[in-house]
T-cell receptor, first 114, second 111 residues
Framework: KAGVTQTPRYLIKTRGQQVTLSCSPI?????VSWYQQTPGQGLQFLFEYFSETQRNKGNFPGRFSGRQFSNSRSEMNVSTLELGDSALYLC?????????????FGEGSRLTVL | AQRVTQPEKLLSVFKGAPVELKCNYSYSGSPELFWYVQYSRQRLQLLLRHISRESIKGFTADLNKGETSFHLKKPFAQEEDSAMYYCALHGRTGGYQKVTFGTGTKLQVIP
């Protein structure tokens, strides 16, 4: 079956702009998590969605938001972009909340903020 | 709070030598621990989970609650083991749950 798909794969924005990233989980997976990956900080948890509800949120400012649709697809949005937001944004899905530790990752969306 | 520590950013070993990637965790409850691996130009993928006590690609990891450790071991390193390895903890706190990752260790196997 198809893996986790993230779009776009690469994008370049300027400071102050906003960006929306999309994630399609593995078919049948209902939980979607987002991570920010940077060389210095590793993988930082952004948020987790299950059944269209945000179940947990990491320590990121309110400029970072997300949502999940009824088909489990998820989007995350970053508004008023800053240089420090340049990173690889990873989406991961899991079958359900009981198996939430067993994550299946997408290839990521690499965001560069100029 | 839950925390995962991987003290080594880079570990270089010769082919055929034993490998031990260290992972320590901090968590007040009963943890679920995992190792994830990212090979060059591939996506991050699950390697093994402590609950299944399995051996994948020759790697094993034992949960030591007394030392709060979950080190990844392999008796004989292969060149194809070169990759980035992440230790991860799945924790539940008050109805919330999340997976916390360590900062990763790059394993370099020298031919």
């Amino acid at each position: 079956k198809a893996g986790v798909t993230q779009t776009p794969r690469y994008l370049i924005k300027t400071r102050g702009q906003q960006v929306t990233l999309s994630c399609s989980p593995i078919s049948g997976h209902r939980s979607v998590s987002w991570y920010q990956q940077t060389p210095g900080q590793g993988l930082q948890f952004l948020f987790e969605y299950f059944s269209e509800t945000q179940r947990n949120k990491g320590n990121f400012p309110g400029r970072f938001s997300g949502r999940q649709f009824s088909n489990s697809r998820s989007e995350m949005n970053v508004s008023t972009l800053e240089l420090g937001d340049s990173a690889l944004y990873l989406c991961a899905s899991s079958r359900n909340r009981d198996a939430a530790g067993e994550l299946f990752f997408g290839e990521g969306s690499r965001l560069t903020v100029l | 709070a839950q925390r995962v520590t991987q003290p080594e950013k880079l570990l270089s070993v010769f082919k055929g030598a034993p490998v031990e990637l260290k992972c320590n965790y901090s968590y007040s409850g009963s943890p679920e621990l995992f190792w994830y691996v990212q090979y060059s130009r591939q996506r991050l993928q699950l390697l093994l989970r402590h609950i299944s006590r399995e051996s994948i690609k020759g790697f094993t990891a034992d949960l030591n609650k007394g030392e709060t450790s979950f080190h990844l071991k392999k008796p004989f390193a292969q060149e194809e083991d070169s990759a980035m390895y992440y230790c991860a903890l799945h924790g539940r706190t008050g109805g919330y749950q999340k997976v916390t990752f360590g900062t990763g260790t790059k394993l370099q196997v020298i031919p």
